[in-house]
């Protein structure tokens, strides 16, 4: 089946039909109509796959594809045209110029936690490139994945956009296809197997990853702003967004104050109860709702089933011991390195030149491993995960999780070893912006990074000696939404971009095209065979090249 879709919409490119630029423009209005008048639809099935408020998927999915598809398309006749490029005077007359040309058969694979966003966004620069898409929807929101095979060969081109649904079988399967490019969004792992099998065609590819995107705050920083943004940032759509705020590093003069201001404003948002409100989703399945519950404080998350009180107190007191163990082992194995625990610092001071060097591909630099990060130990803190500021609140029943902020937080604790995709907010007291810096390049490149801070200094050294997919000072997830900035990581947390031009140019190869009259013929002067003459030309040429 995945065979013989491919092959019909490879028919369908061959044939021509997917470039003019009118076939272009009525695919793009049609995905417009298809995200507006279906409203209610896509509300609705992301609130059955996630527990998604209204307002989110509005505004954080449906606005955006409509506003994508509305900006490239108006930007057609000027990103498809012949743009001319100067030809060396050597050469002349000549002239040369390049032209953007459709791809051909592209795949798009998306992932559950903005499912119409991550599936419909991509597809608009491709559409706009003049592809014939497939896409391949995420299982594990099977709601969304329905309506959108429902709704696309309603409104867009059937013979040139395709939706499979299915599992690892059905993409497997399409990976196996030699696409002209794919296109996918979702986590390393995979990102790895889609990437050595289209290494098996040479095909090119976009991946989208993630990674643990760091937040910085020091004493500069208004903290009730700061506080605000970085609990939007985070709790938006329950914490499952790649480019979320994962980690908090605060400078020791402001980091309590600051957790306990994000608990404030997260009552702001969601009132003393965010069960209760309508504008706080859930987490997409029970197995990953399972992993986020073991990244809480031992004792924290109540035991499935319920049992008789002698297992209780038993239960009570392996989880004290495996605390214990857990920080015990942090003490032993962490000294010198990532996990160092320093003692009580001085004020947030600034880095200085030169201090760090942006991290290399594999997450490490050379000063960051001589010197290590200084992140402090908070007293009275026993937990490798930190103490709960607020939250720590589940139901199993409901796949709910309580935003949770973790203030004096572990390097070594499991919250800290990988995404993690929740509402889990780890606060770490970091000595110093150099500090900070330190941490971030000994790991793997994230895919954004933040910095809450109003010192110049502090900021310019963020953007030399960091490297990220984004950078963002005082605005988590903005450059998310706009066209008009290319979105991508970099090492670990992906390759390549897209969003507007981007976009179109991802799906695109831009292809180089120069002529040059037959007469005069120009060239001879420079055909076989080379004499004397000749070659004091050649020299006279390479002293005015």
């Not at 490149?445 to 109003?454: E, I, Q």
Request: glycine share 8%; with cysteine; aromatic share 8%.
């Amino acid at each position: 089946m995945t065979n013989q879709t491919f092959e019909q919409l490879k028919k369908t490119y061959e044939s021509g039909r997917t470039r003019p630029l009118a076939w272009r423009r009525a695919q793009l209005n049609a995905l417009r109509r298809l995200v507006t008048e279906n409203r209610d639809a896509f509300v609705s099935s992301a609130m059955a796959d996630l527990g998604k408020p209204a307002a989110e998927t509005v505004l954080m999915e449906l606005n955006l594809v409509a506003g994508e598809a509305q900006f490239v398309r108006n930007r057609l006749s000027l990103w498809t045209a012949r743009h001319p490029k100067a030809m060396h005077w050597m050469l002349q007359p000549a002239a040369g110029w390049t032209i953007a040309e459709p791809k051909g058969v592209v795949l798009i694979i998306s992932p559950w936690n903005y499912p119409v966003l991550l599936a419909l966004e991509p597809m608009a620069d491709a559409l706009a490139a003049g592809n014939a898409v497939c896409l391949k929807p995420s299982e594990l929101s099977p709601n969304t994945s329905k309506l959108l095979a429902e709704l696309v060969p309603q409104y867009l081109d059937s013979e040139a956009v395709r939706v499979v649904e299915g599992g690892p079988k059905e993409t497997g399967e399409l990976l196996k296809c030699p696409f002209n490019h794919i296109f996918y969004t979702g986590g390393g792992h995979v990102g790895k197997i889609v990437m050595r099998a289209a290494a098996e065609h040479l095909t090119p590819v976009t991946l989208e990853l993630g990674g643990k995107s760091p937040c910085f705050v020091d004493r500069t920083a208004d903290i009730n702003v700061a506080a605000r943004r970085i609990a939007w940032g985070k709790f938006t759509n329950a914490g499952q967004t790649c480019v979320a705020p994962d980690y908090v590093l605060a400078t020791p003069d402001v980091a309590e104050a600051l957790a306990e201001r994000i608990a404030v404003a997260i009552t702001e948002f969601y009132g003393e109860d965010p069960k209760a409100s309508p504008d706080f989703g859930r987490i997409i399945n029970d197995r990953h709702f399972e992993r986020l519950c073991k990244l809480l404080p031992v004792g924290t998350v109540p035991p499935e089933e319920p049992s008789s009180p002698l297992v209780q107190v038993a239960s009570a007191v392996g989880a004290a011991m495996d605390m214990v163990g857990r920080r015990f082992n942090a003490v032993t194995t962490g000294r010198g390195g990532a996990g160092e625990m320093a003692g009580s610092a001085n004020n947030a001071a600034k880095p200085t030149a030169g201090s760090n060097m942006a991290a290399a591909d594999d997450g490490a630099t050379a000063s960051a491993a001589v010197e290590p990060s200084k992140i402090h130990k908070v007293p009275g803190v026993f937990d490798l995960a930190g103490r709960i500021v607020c939250g720590g609140k589940v139901d199993r029943a409901a796949r709910y999780i309580a935003p949770t902020v973790l203030y004096g937080t572990s390097p070594d604790a499991p919250v800290m070893k990988e995404e993690f995709f929740g509402p889990i907010l780890p606060i770490l007291v970091v000595e110093d912006a150099e500090s900070a810096i330190r941490f971030i390049n000994k790991r793997s490149r994230p895919l954004a990074a933040y910095v809450f801070s109003r010192d110049h200094e502090v900021r310019l050294t963020f953007e030399r000696q960091t490297s990220s997919g984004a950078l963002g000072y005082s605005l988590p997830l903005g450059h998310l939404l706009s066209s008009r900035l290319p979105f991508g990581g970099v090492g670990a947390s992906g390759i390549g971009t897209y969003h507007g031009k981007a976009g179109f140019l991802t799906f695109s190869h831009v292809k180089t095209v120069v002529t040059k009259p037959q007469f005069p013929d120009t060239l001879r002067l420079v055909y076989p065979p080379f004499n004397e003459a000749k070659a004091k030309l050649f020299d006279i040429i390479a002293k005015f090249s």
